[in-house]
């Protein structure tokens, strides 16, 4: 019989491998929606992965000052598009959930309809993009209503390398999020390896010292086309190396040398923890809807999954 996602997470012997992708622009009808769901589907078809993760996306500009690279537009309901997109691939889906919109009642009538109308259980909670912003609900806040909330929910958070760079305390933010119940995490998108690394190292040392086996954290990588997509990737907060950013730009095909330096990345984090008893999963995304880049982000997906595959083979060898 095969594992749930969930069951997968929970077992550090086993890969996990997942690919990010957000919901369709609201307005969508249903009928158009269910044509993008099978477009998506029919993309994935050839490849073998576990879940799909759609994200909540908000508009984060209280965040920073900086123009967005690419207009924000609102989208369909992320549980809508969770659970067609779970119907139609019978695969598990993670849907991620902003809580800062809506008191602690709202949230709490948000958790009953995800639970009874759209049947969905594995749910990723996000704060707000920025202590400045206007905050009806905290993440712990929320965390602690969901713990009491009768839903039986398989709750993963969010981890982010670069927080870790500036504030060097991710990792103890890890620690209190398993306190809040969280199972498992996904990381922001990773071009920055020395920064994973760190992080990982942290929270591997403190689970340690804690006595606790540390939790998953699942790493996303996405492909980079050009400097338009270079520049969202630094306004979304993402790390890229100078020596990187140039990689790439000076490259005669940005696309596939960002691929490369992924794949490398994804190297440098595996030999670099594998002493330290972290399992690690990945996820792979599209940053814009270019039809180049989401070809390449199959192209990313397969390139790291053998690389995970292999490593995880030889970890049970070992």
Known sequence: MALSLKQKIQDPKQGVYLI???????????AQLETI??????????????????????????RTAVPRPFPFRKTVDPREY?????????LDVITYKSVAQRDEAEFNAWLDETAEKYKLKNIVLVGSPSSTGDIKLSLPNAYKALGEHKSNTF?????????????RNEHERLLEKIDQGCEYFISQAVYNAQETIDLITSYSR????????????????????GEKTLDFM???????????????????????????????????ILQSCAHL?????????????????????????????????????????A
């Open 277 to 317: 008893d972290v399992p690690l999963g990945l996820n792979i995304e599209s940053l814009t809807n270019r039809k180049e880049e989401i070809d390449a982000s199959i192209n990313l997906y397969r390139l790291l999954k053998a690389t995970m595959e292999l490593n995880l083979a030889e970890k049970q060898i």
């Open 206 to 225: 403190s689970c340690r010292h804690k006595g606790i086996s540390p939790k998953r954290i699942i790493l996303t990588f996405t492909p980079c086309g």
């Open 20 to 30: 990010g992708t957000t919901p369709p622009k609201m307005g969508t009808d249903k």
């Open 37 to 62: 769901a099978n477009k998506l589907l029919a993309r994935l078809h050839e490849i073998e992965y576990d879940g799909v993760i759609i994200y909540d996306i908000q508009d984060e500009s209280s």
């Open 234 to 268: 630094k306004w979304l907060g993402i790390s890229v190396p100078e020596a990187t950013k140039w990689r790439i730009l000076d490259s005669n095909d940005s696309l596939n040398e960002s691929i490369r330096i992924c794949r490398d990345n994804l190297n440098q």
């Open 155 to 167: 709750l993963g958070g969010v981890t982010i390398a670069e927080r870790h760079a500036s504030k």
């Open 82 to 90: 969770s659970q067609l997109i779970s119907q139609l691939s019978e």
